[in-house]
Structures are given as structure tokens and as C-alpha cells.
């Protein structure tokens, strides 16, 4: 079964970091280009940073840029995402997102793990 | 930054046909995919390049994209089909998505 799975979430106070993984399973990652899309609670979603298949092309959401780093281990079949200064307007929850391409192009987003909720409060 | 419009809501009685608006600027000259969400749950995606259908969406599903406009019909719309529907394309390799219509079925 073609599974993505995310961990790392959690509750955070505004200014600090956390990293959030992401394990594939039944498929290779190395194939396919690879995304973070998040939902603050009520709202819709928001795509928030993709990563080509090696890495050669990486693009971030303007309201996360220069605070996110997007990042991938495909021997470990994993997807990361550093978030650094985090700020009250981050809380949502997190979905790592496998695109049915190899670039940050016209493909969709074909598998969609359940999810790590980000919380940053005081 | 690129933006994509979609209605918050459309209501539809079951059999009929729902359709989904997606306006932005020049659309037609873009990809777009249309992604399913029922509540609780992960988005889906059930419309890519415009008209295609992922495996395993079933065939009432159908897109067109033209214009400023792409569009996603459900023909013959069940009670299963009740959810949010999201328009989502790429604009210089960031992606963007629509608000957002949720899809009622009276």
C-alpha cells in the first residue's frame, strides 16, 4: 500500500523551530517530486514548499520563505521540513504530499498522508 | 502573487450535475488539478492536467480548463460526493490553491 506518514508535529512557542519527517512506504520516493501543504483549522489549504526529485529545484510559499527549508533523504525514502521562527499564523495541520511528476510542474498530488498538527502559542 | 477564485458554495439536489468554478488570471494557460476533501479527511486528488482522471475516480468526474476559467463537473452527483473541492495550479514552480466551494447535497 502506498503510504506517506509525517511526524514531528506538536505544540511550539512562537520564535522557535521544529522539524517535521516524513516516511514513504510502498513506493520510491526518488521518483517523484514532493510537497508540504498545510490547513490552519477551518480553512482551506495552503501548499507550502515542493522539492524535485534530486533536489535540483526547490520552491517555498512567499509566506514561508527564508523560514522553512525543504529537504529529502531518498535512501531513507524520507521528506523533511525544517520551520525556524515560527510565528502564530503557522498553525495548521501538515501534510507531506507526493506529486505524480518528477518537477515542480504541472503534475498533480496524488497521495496524501493523514497529517501532523503544528500548534505554536504562548 | 497568483490567485485562483473559487465560489464558497454549491448545493445540488442527487442525480443532477454540480460544477465548480476556478477563475484566474490567463487559467487556460496552465495545468490545473482539482483535489476533493470530505470531512476529517486527507484531500484527494480526483482531476490533473486539466481533464484527467487519477486511477480509481470514478467517471461522473470531468474537467476543462479555458480561458480564465477551469471547471470541474460532477455528473450524476451522490450523497458520497458531499465535500470541499479545491482548484490548485502552478505559477513559476510555486503552487497555488482556490479557497475552496463545499459541495452540498440536498
Known amino acids: 500500500e502506498v503510504q506517506l506518514v509525517e511526524s514531528g508535529g506538536g505544540l511550539v512557542q512562537p520564535g522557535r523551530s521544529l522539524r517535521l519527517s516524513c516516511v514513504a512506504s510502498g513506493f520510491t520516493l526518488d521518483n517523484y517530486a514532493m510537497h508540504w501543504v498545510r490547513q490552519a483549522p477551518g480553512k482551506g489549504l495552503e501548499w507550502v514548499s515542493g522539492?524535485?526529485?534530486?533536489?535540483?529545484?526547490?520552491a517555498y510559499a512567499a509566506s514561508v520563505k527564508g523560514r522553512f527549508t525543504i529537504s529529502r533523504d531518498n535512501a531513507k525514502n524520507s521528506l523533511y521540513l525544517q520551520m525556524n521562527s515560527l510565528r502564530v499564523e503557522d498553525t495548521a495541520m501538515y501534510y507531506c504530499v507526493k506529486d505524480n511528476g518528477s518537477y515542480l510542474d504541472y503534475h498533480g498530488m496524488d497521495v496524501w498522508g493523514q497529517g501532523t498538527t503544528v500548534t505554536v502559542s504562548s | 502573487s497568483y490567485e485562483l477564485t473559487q465560489p464558497p458554495s454549491v448545493s445540488v439536489s442527487p442525480g443532477q450535475t454540480a460544477s465548480f468554478t476556478c477563475s484566474g488570471d490567463?487559467?487556460?494557460?496552465?495545468?490545473v488539478c482539482w483535489y476533493q476533501q470530505r470531512s476529517g479527511q486527507s484531500p484527494v486528488l480526483v482531476i490533473y492536467?486539466?481533464?484527467k482522471r487519477p486511477s480509481g475516480i470514478p467517471d461522473r468526474f470531468s474537467g476543462s480548463n479555458s480561458g480564465n476559467t477551469a471547471t470541474l463537473t460532477i455528473t450524476g452527483t451522490q450523497a458520497m460526493d458531499e465535500a470541499d473541492y479545491y482548484c490548485?495550479?502552478?505559477?513559476?514552480?510555486?503552487?497555488?490553491f482556490g479557497g475552496g466551494t463545499k459541495l452540498t447535497v440536498l
Open positions: 492536467q486539466d481533464s
Open positions: 522539492i524535485s526529485w534530486n533536489s535540483g529545484s526547490i
Open positions: 490567463k487559467l487556460g494557460d496552465k495545468y
Open positions: 490548485q495550479a502552478w505559477d513559476s514552480s510555486t503552487g497555488v
